[in-house]
Nanobody, 116 residues
């Protein structure tokens, strides 16, 4: 199993920045893909950004140019740098990890609130 713990959420004014971090533990050597999702009230959970072991990144159109996903050298921590935040970025942000064999793991979520 893989355990994921997010941190870094909070309240920020529009135009500000936040950095989310997700620390993985357990069978991290089996991970090949990590991602950030978000879910706003009354909406479905959506993919924000993802990164593979090979460093390939993918972003939702709504965050391109503002958010950056990265991992550390050990690839057991994934960060999401969020700049130029907008009120519509307000959501609970979740870290996800996929491992060889098909299992997926989720963190508990961290709240991001952007005030106008």
């Amino acid at each position: 199993q893989v355990q994921l713990v997010e941190s870094g959420g909070g309240l920020v004014q529009a135009g500000g920045s936040l950095r989310l971090s997700c620390a993985a533990s357990g069978r991290v050597f089996q991970m090949y893909f990590m991602a950030w999702y978000r879910q706003a009230p009354g909406k479905e959970r959506e993919l924000v950004a993802s990164i593979s072991n090979g460093g390939y990144t993918n972003y939702a159109d709504s965050v391109k140019g503002r958010f950056t996903i990265s991992t550390d050298n050990a690839k057991d921590t994934v960060a999401l740098q969020m700049n130029s935040l907008k009120p519509e970025d307000t959501a609970v942000y979740y870290c996800q990890a996929a491992v060889f064999g098909g299992a997926e793991y989720w963190g508990q979520g961290t709240q991001v609130t952007v005030s106008s």
